[in-house]
């Protein structure tokens, strides 16, 4: 009886273990890696190794920017090739209150708007994004992690409207946790690849969710930026371990992530 229970207790232990292991649609952990503001830099620096990789990403739009309104073509090539598009607003407006944001100007300063003008212009920028790639579901990026215009909470707004949205709030999140509306990310700004991959490896271990959130790849950014050679390198590895990382876009994790809750509910 003793031998029996104790190898009953061993199945038991190896399953859970097996279970924690897969919890990311068969994987250990899932990356979400993610590119602001519809920079001309994620068509040409980006896009070429990811496809190469037969790695998909969400890509947040700001779709009064240059790099949206003269590429349009080819965003609607991106999506057909199982990238998302994201919602990143029209203008990409931030409170200009906050420290540090001197760079922000009146007519984008979000201290100065209603709700009513935010939602507007978030609404605009989904009927625009559903014209170039056909889709009525996708998720959004808060701009520059902010949640308010004026005295106005947009928050609980947002989360009707979207899937998913990612802030800029530093860190990973378990299954169990992840707050989709304002999942947490990983910043990257003059990273190394090393540094990079650190933090996936982190993420393995611990059996998170990482969203890497990338501005300038090899330039495209007045400030924020990440060398060509430290992207790559962790495209490459994540490339590597496959099986390990469940890499895909946003809106795919989110879906997962709700699935999984309301079948465990």
Same mark, same amino acid.
């Given at each position: 009886?003793?031998?029996?229970? =104790?190898?009953?207790?061993?199945?038991?232990?190896?399953?859970?273990?097996?279970?924690?292991?897969?919890?990311?649609?068969?994987? !250990?952990? %899932?990356?979400?890696?993610?590119?602001?503001?519809?920079?001309?830099? +994620?068509?040409?620096?980006?896009?070429?190794?990811?496809?190469?990789?037969?790695?998909?990403?969400?890509?947040?739009?700001?779709? @009064?920017?240059?790099?949206?309104?003269?590429?349009?073509?080819?965003?609607?090539?991106? *999506?057909?090739?199982?990238?998302?598009?994201?919602? +990143?607003?029209?203008? /990409?407006?931030?409170?200009?209150?906050?420290?540090?944001?001197?760079?922000?100007?009146?007519?984008?300063?979000?201290?100065?708007?209603?709700?009513?003008?935010?939602?507007?212009?978030?609404?605009?920028?989904?009927?625009?994004?559903?014209?170039?790639?056909?889709?009525?579901?996708?998720? $959004?990026? #808060?701009?520059?992690?902010?949640?308010?215009?004026?005295?106005? @909470?947009?928050?609980?707004? =947002?989360?009707?409207?979207?899937?998913?949205?990612?802030?800029?709030?530093?860190?990973?999140?378990?299954?169990?946790?992840?707050?989709? *509306?304002?999942?947490?990310?990983?910043?990257?700004?003059?990273?190394?690849?090393?540094?990079? =991959?650190?933090?996936?490896?982190?993420?393995?271990?611990?059996?998170?969710?990482?969203? $890497?959130?990338?501005?300038?790849?090899?330039?495209? +950014?007045?400030? =924020?930026?990440?060398?060509?050679? %430290?992207?790559?390198?962790?495209?490459?590895?994540?490339?590597? /371990?496959? /099986?390990?990382?469940?890499?895909?876009?946003?809106?795919?994790?989110?879906? #997962?992530? !709700?699935?999984?809750?309301?079948?465990?509910?």
């Amino acid at each position: 009886m003793r031998k029996i229970l =104790i190898l009953t207790l061993s199945l038991l232990t190896a399953f859970c273990s097996l279970a924690a292991d897969d919890d990311w649609n068969g994987r !250990k952990a %899932a990356v979400v890696l993610t590119y602001d503001d519809a920079l001309s830099v +994620h068509l040409d620096h980006v896009l070429p190794v990811l496809d190469a990789y037969g790695m998909r990403a969400t890509f947040y739009l700001t779709i @009064s920017s240059e790099g949206f309104e003269q590429r349009i073509q080819d965003w609607r090539v991106a *999506s057909y090739e199982g990238h998302e598009l994201g919602n +990143h607003t029209l203008f /990409h407006p931030c409170d200009g209150s906050q420290p540090g944001r001197e760079w922000v100007t009146k007519e984008k300063d979000l201290s100065l708007w209603s709700k009513a003008r935010f939602l507007g212009n978030v609404e605009i920028t989904n009927v625009t994004l559903e014209a170039v790639d056909g889709k009525k579901r996708r998720t $959004f990026a #808060y701009t520059c992690g902010d949640t308010k215009a004026g005295d106005e @909470s947009f928050l609980e707004d =947002i989360t009707e409207m979207f899937p998913a949205a990612r802030g800029v709030n530093w860190g990973t999140e378990s299954l169990e946790e992840a707050n989709l *509306s304002r999942l947490k990310t990983i910043s990257v700004m003059d990273n190394t690849a090393e540094e990079l =991959i650190a933090q996936v490896d982190q993420a393995i271990a611990q059996h998170q969710l990482l969203v $890497f959130l990338f501005h300038g790849v090899g330039g495209g +950014h007045d400030s =924020i930026n990440v060398s060509q050679a %430290a992207h790559d390198g962790l495209i490459q590895y994540l490339a590597q /371990h496959r /099986h390990e990382v469940w890499i895909a876009p946003m809106i795919e994790v989110a879906d #997962y992530i !709700k699935n999984v809750r309301s079948t465990t509910e």
